[in-house]
């Protein structure tokens, strides 16, 4: 049966066939700040490796694997809320309003019910550089029967669909993954 590709398909089909690399590398994940994006306390995610995290390559919205800003030899998982010229305004009038500066970011987690300090999020370390950004996750197992795409930025979905469709293994993740 002969393969079709389409639009985007194409250019990262020759890309990953042609330099040999993958777009997309396995992650695991413990901790229960992005539920219920991601309830449990551990899975295993799919993340689209980002070459350069920039505005263009991110967005609003999405779920994305960063540099951990008080230990940068770990690694969280956050949503992106806001980007550089975003204007931050807390719910708390003794804070001051800002605004997200250059290659600046502010990201959360999901689980609202966590308060800022046990969340590990942008309100209680601050904005965060584009730069710490590694990669956006577009799938998550939790078990062999519950998994599934993450939900992200509508424009960000577009562009990881064709990188599903070709490197998605839900197989040699459930290897990979240990409840």
Known sequence: MKQSYEGGQQSDFIYKTMMLRKLTYVYRNEGDQVAPTSIGKAETLLVRKLPIAAPKNVSVGDLVVLKNPEKKDNYLVRRLTAIEGYEMVSTNDKDETFILEKDQCWVEAD?????????????????????????????????CVDHGCVRNSHSSMLKDWPVLAVELDVEEMSKNHKA
Do not use: Q, W
Not at 119 to 142: K, N
């Open 111 to 143: 689980n609202k019910s966590l308060k800022p300090k046990e969340a590990r999020d942008s309100r209680s370390f601050g904005p965060v550089d584009m730069t710490d950004i590694v990669g956006r996750v577009i799938y998550r197992l939790r078990t």
